[in-house]
């Protein structure tokens, strides 16, 4: 058996691959040990298969060149799960959950279907569908919530020259407790830090932040009301950390502490408020 020049470099690159499969490394050997005049048993004994299939593969290489060396197409499986259980999935997630339960999951899908969940989860996967994974929105009323949106995104984009653009928001109502903490020692011999499970109320805190866009600097202040009074407490500490005669503009949202604050933007500030809504 004679091997072409050409196809015998490609069969040594093979031969002496270190990634490619194993069954592509040992068919190139057998082909170049054949070539070599090795006997069909020995080479069959070094590759630690049967002499048959030394036989094939030649066989396949003489008559088909290296192209021969690869599997014949298989036409595998044929699907059990076809586009019309994919359509019972996706029909049977719009009917209410069983009894018992709140939405449909994985599990409750297969029972009714009779099928696998490994084939259910397919389906989901293929679609995009996240089954607990949770979204909100929320649509504006207001008619000009373009126009201001438009306003406040050139603000953050394009901001006045030697202007300064903040972005204020609060947190109200955090609850403020007192619990124990320490380490334990769990059954399997890992130290864990844990939380006591009473612990003691202390009311509530509120909290203001303030983001400078241009540097991403964030500075906060706790309050232990939520009053206007204290919203223009803390904007009188970020304003008299800046020039007097420097522009200031302050984007809010609609929270009642943010609104009705002329008398305290009349007081010589020269900042103006941005409503996001």
């Not at 084939?119 to 929320?138: N, T």
Request: include cysteine; charge should be positive.
């Amino acid at each position: 058996m004679s091997i072409a020049p050409e196809d015998r470099t490609r069969l040594r690159r093979r031969a002496s691959s270190r990634t490619l499969p194993k069954q592509t490394v040992d068919r190139a050997k057998m082909i170049l040990d054949c070539e070599a005049g090795k006997p069909v048993k020995q080479i069959a004994q070094e590759l630690n298969t049967y002499p048959n299939k030394v036989i094939y593969w030649r066989s396949r290489f003489v008559k088909h060149g290296i192209e021969g060396l690869q599997d014949k197409p298989r036409a595998g499986r044929p699907p059990i799960y076809d586009d019309v259980f994919r359509n019972n999935v996706l029909n049977l997630l719009k009917k209410p959950p069983p009894k018992g339960l709140a939405s449909w999951d994985g599990p409750s899908l297969a029972k009714e279907l009779n099928a696998p969940v490994d084939a259910i989860w397919q389906v989901l996967r293929k679609q995009g569908i996240h089954l607990q994974r949770q979204r909100s929105w929320c649509i504006s009323t207001d008619e000009n919530f373009s126009s201001k949106a438009a306003d406040i995104v050139g603000l953050y984009l394009n901001p006045p020259l030697n202007a300064i653009v903040l972005s204020v928001d609060e947190k109200p109502s955090i609850q403020a407790l007192e619990r124990k903490t320490g380490f334990i020692k769990t059954n399997d011999g890992k130290v864990v830090r844990a939380y006591k499970s009473t612990y003691k109320r202390h009311g509530t805190l509120n909290l203001f932040a303030v983001l400078e866009v241009s540097t991403g600097t964030i500075k906060g202040k706790v309050t232990e009301a939520k009053k206007r009074e204290d919203f223009q407490s803390f904007m009188d500490e970020i304003v008299a950390e800046y020039s007097p005669d420097q522009e200031i503009h302050v984007v809010l949202d609609n929270y009642c502490t943010h609104k009705k604050n002329e008398e305290w933007l009349a007081t010589g500030y020269r900042v103006l408020f941005k409503r996001q809504s």
